[in-house]
């Protein structure tokens, strides 16, 4: 092999790793940690939490307890309780309703005011706990059923691109053996 091939050789490799690596590394921000964690990903879609939760940026929230959650923190919460629909942003205040239940006071950081409802505490679905900018473009675009497919699917990449090398480095392992041995069997004459 000449120094030109073998430095070419090395250079994909080390592009192939580092693309793998950040996948892998954005599989495991989006999918395998939040599982793990009890924690659930949403994809920030509008600009009114800039500039710290841009459009396009993976929030991953744990779930929270109403009364553990102070001015200041960023929650998911359902804009009706029961539906599907949710907003991320920062909680501006908090207190109490008549019949003293928490309800708190909400606001994008980009908005000039507070949301007009305030939160009750069955629909708030948590509290941020890491955003990834970015990362959230790929979920938005794929339904679930896509996302699934799309994770299995780079897992099946990884594990065949691993046994690839695995195999191309045994291969690589028993040419160098051999041509040992027969050295030495010429070095015995």
């Not at 950040?22 to 921000?29: D, H, K, P, S």
């Not at 009364?67 to 929650?75: F, K």
């Not at 708030?124 to 896509?146: F, T």
């Amino acid at each position: 092999m000449t120094p030109v091939r073998s430095w070419w050789g090395i250079a994909v490799q080390a592009v192939v790793w580092t693309v793998i690596l950040a996948v892998g590394a954005a599989v495991v921000a989006a999918v395998v940690v939040p599982k793990l964690a009890g924690a659930t990903p949403y994809t920030v879609l509008t600009g009114s939490m800039r500039p710290e939760l841009p459009p396009g940026t993976l929030v991953v929230t744990r779930p929270v307890d109403v009364g553990d959650v102070s001015v200041g923190d960023v929650i998911t919460y359902q804009l009706r309780t029961g539906r599907p629909t949710v907003v991320t942003h920062r909680v501006v205040a908090s207190g109490f309703r008549a019949d003293g239940e928490v309800v708190l006071t909400t606001q994008g950081d980009a908005n000039d005011v507070s949301d007009r409802a305030p939160v009750r505490g069955v629909q708030v679905r948590g509290r941020l706990w890491y955003a990834v900018p970015h990362l959230g473009r790929v979920g938005s675009v794929l339904d679930p059923g896509q996302r699934q497919l799309a994770v299995y699917a780079v897992a099946a990449g990884l594990m065949a691109y691993a046994g690839r090398m695995f195999t191309a480095s045994a291969g690589r392992t028993r040419t160098t053996s051999s041509t040992n041995r027969s050295t030495d069997k010429e070095e015995a004459r």
